[in-house]
C-alpha cells in the first residue's frame, strides 16, 4: 500500500472535437460522450485521463454522468479491502442506466479498467456480461481497437495480457483542455518487482518498467507549457526508475531529477511511491542539491517489527529504515517524511505492534496512512497461518492512528509562525482568498489576487486548522502597486 490508497474524485477525460467528415454534404457525426468513473491512486487518476486522450480521435469529449455517456469507463483499484465487491456494485447501478439508454434507443459501451480488470477479467464477464470491454492497466493504449471490436463482437472484449510493447510508446499527447493546472502528474515507471507478501500490484501492475527519460522529459515540458509549475512523478516503485537516457544509458531518477529541474518553469518536483531499498546515495544527494525536488518525501514501512517485516518480504529491517532516515535529514535537514502502515498482518503479535509504534516516535512522521491487513486472493500472505482477530486490528489500527495523528498536529503547530514558499494553486473556498501548497503538501489559504496562481510566494504560517494552514503574504505586490499609484 502506499500514499496513493485511497479513493479520488474522477478525473474530468479530456474534450476533443468530432471526428472529420470527407463528404462535406452530409451531417456532420454526433460527438461521442464518454464519462469516467476513477477508484483508487494517483496513477489511476493517471490513467483515466490517458485513456480519454486515446479516445479523443475517435470524437468522444466529456460525459457529466453516465446516463449522458455513449461509453463509460469504470477504472478500478485491488487495493483496499472488497474490492471487487465494490466494482459488482458499481456495475449494478451502471447496468440500470444502460438498459435505460438502450430502450431509448442510445448504445452505451461499458468498460471496467484498471486492477480489479486485470486480476478478475474472466469473473467479470462471467458475473456482468453486460460489460463490453474489460482491459488491463498495461493495455488501454488499445483502446480504439477494443471499441470496433465492441461493435462488432456478440461478447465482451476482454485485453488483460501484458503486452510486449510498452504502452507510452503509443499514446498520443495529452490533451491540452485536461492539463491546464497548476500540479500535473507524470507517470514514469510502473509496475513492482518486490512481491511483497500482503500486495497484488505485481500480479496485476506487472514487472517494473519504465520510460525512457526522453518520453518523460518531452511531456513534462509539454506540461510545464501548458501551466504545471509542480510534477508528481509516479510509480509502482518510482525510485526503482531505470529508464533509458538520451546518451543509450540507463538513467536513474536522481538523474531524471536533475534534468527535468532544468525545464524553464517547472518550480516544483515531487515523486511516489518509494521503497526503502532502492533509496540510493544519488537519490539523498538529489534532495540535498536541487532547490526544485521538495523536501517531503513518502517512504512507506509498513512495519516496525523485523519479523513482520521478514514476514513481508520487505527485505529490510526497521534499524536499516532508521538509519535510512538519518542520511536523508542529514542531506536534508527541513525533510519531512510520511509512510505507510499494515496493522494486524498474520502473525503479528502485541510485541511486534509496539515495534512500530515506537519506530513511528523514534521517527517522527508529518503524516502517515494506516490500514487494517486484509488478505488479497493470490497473495503469499493471503494464505498464511496466525490471523489476527479484526476486533484486535481495529484496536491497534485505533491506537496507531492516534499516535500519527498526534505527530501530525505537533508539526503542523511547528509550522504556525514560520515562512514558507507557497505555491498558489488557485482561489480558496471564501471570496478573495487564495490557496496553495506548501512544501510540505500542506493545504495553505491566504487572503489575495488570484492572478498570484501559478507562482510560489513567500507567505508566513498565522495559524492552523484541522486540515489546513492560514497564512498571510509577506509581501503582496499589488497592495505595493495600489500604494504607489
Not at 500500500?1 to 472535437?17: R, V
Not at 483508487?40 to 466529456?62: H, T, W
Not at 457529466?64 to 471487487?84: G, K, Y
Not at 498526534?406 to 488557485?426: H, S, Y
Request: net charge negative.
Amino acid at each position: 500500500m502506499s500514499l496513493s490508497d485511497f479513493a479520488l474524485p474522477p478525473s474530468p477525460p479530456a474534450s476533443a472535437p468530432s471526428l472529420c467528415v470527407t463528404d462535406k454534404t452530409a451531417e456532420p457525426r454526433r460527438l461521442r460522450r464518454l464519462h469516467m468513473i476513477t477508484w483508487g491512486c494517483q496513477m489511476n487518476v493517471y490513467d483515466s485521463g490517458r485513456m480519454a486522450d486515446v479516445l479523443a480521435p475517435l470524437g468522444y469529449g466529456p460525459a457529466e454522468s453516465p446516463a449522458d455517456a455513449d461509453m463509460v469507463i469504470l477504472n478500478t483499484c485491488h487495493i483496499r479491502e472488497r474490492a471487487t465487491d465494490k466494482v459488482f456494485s458499481e456495475l449494478g447501478r451502471l447496468r440500470v442506466i444502460k438498459e435505460a439508454r438502450a430502450a431509448e434507443g442510445k448504445e452505451t459501451i461499458l468498460a471496467v479498467a484498471g486492477c480489479v480488470a486485470q486480476a478478475e477479467g474472466a469473473y467479470i464477464t462471467e458475473r456482468a456480461p453486460f460489460v463490453d470491454i474489460v482491459l488491463g492497466p498495461q493495455t488501454y493504449h488499445r483502446l480504439p481497437e477494443m471499441v470496433a471490436r465492441a461493435h462488432r463482437a456478440a461478447g465482451p472484449v476482454i485485453e488483460t495480457d501484458f503486452p510486449v510493447e510498452q504502452k507510452f510508446d503509443f499514446l498520443p499527447e495529452a490533451a491540452a483542455a485536461e492539463e491546464r493546472a497548476v500540479t500535473a502528474f507524470l507517470t514514469v515507471q510502473e509496475g513492482c518487482d518486490k512481491f511483497c507478501s500482503f500486495c497484488v500490484v505485481p500480479y496485476t501492475r506487472g514487472a517494473e518498467a519504465s520510460r525512457p527519460a526522453a518520453s518523460v522529459i518531452a511531456e513534462a515540458r509539454r506540461l510545464v507549457a501548458r501551466g504545471a509549475r509542480e510534477i508528481t512523478l509516479l510509480g509502482q516503485n518510482v525510485n526503482a526508475y531505470h529508464g533509458e537516457g538520451p546518451d543509450g544509458r540507463d538513467w536513474s531518477l536522481a538523474r531524471l531529477v536533475r534534468s527535468l529541474a532544468e525545464i524553464d518553469g517547472l518550480l516544483r518536483i515531487r515523486y511516489m511511491t518509494s521503497h526503502p531499498r532502492d533509496m540510493d546515495e544519488a537519490l539523498i544527494a538529489a534532495h540535498a542539491e536541487v532547490p526544485a525536488l521538495m523536501p517531503f518525501l513518502h517512504l512507506p514501512v509498513q512495519s516496525g517489527s523485523d519479523r513482520v517485516l521478514a514476514a513481508m518480504n520487505r527485505r529490510h529491517t526497521a534499524d536499516e529504515y532508521r538509519r535510512l532516515i538519518d542520511r536523508l535529514r542529514t542531506a536534508r535537514p527541513d525533510m519531512a517524511l510520511s509512510s505507510d502502515f499494515i496493522v494486524g498482518h498474520p502473525g503479528e503479535t502485541e510485541a511486534d505492534f509496539e515495534a512500530t509504534m515506537q519506530l513511528i516516535r523514534d521517527v517522527g512522521f508529518a503524516q502517515a496512512y494506516s490500514f487494517k491487513y486484509s488478505p488479497r486472493p493470490g497473495t503469499p500472505a493471503s494464505g498464511a497461518p496466525g490471523a489476527v482477530p479484526e476486533a484486535e486490528k481495529d484496536r491497534r489500527l485505533a491506537a496507531l492512528q492516534a499516535l500519527i495523528r498526534q505527530q501530525q498536529d505537533d508539526f503542523n503547530a511547528r509550522c504556525v509562525g514560520l515562512e514558507f514558499d507557497v505555491l498558489i494553486t488557485g482561489p480558496g473556498r471564501h471570496p478573495g482568498q487564495i490557496g496553495g501548497r506548501s512544501p510540505y503538501l500542506q493545504a495553505v489559504h491566504m487572503d489575495g489576487p488570484q492572478a498570484l496562481t501559478g507562482q510560489v510566494i513567500p507567505v508566513k504560517i498565522q495559524g492552523l486548522s484541522s486540515n489546513s494552514l492560514s497564512a498571510s503574504l509577506i509581501i503582496n505586490p499589488f497592495a505595493q502597486e495600489r500604494a504607489s499609484a
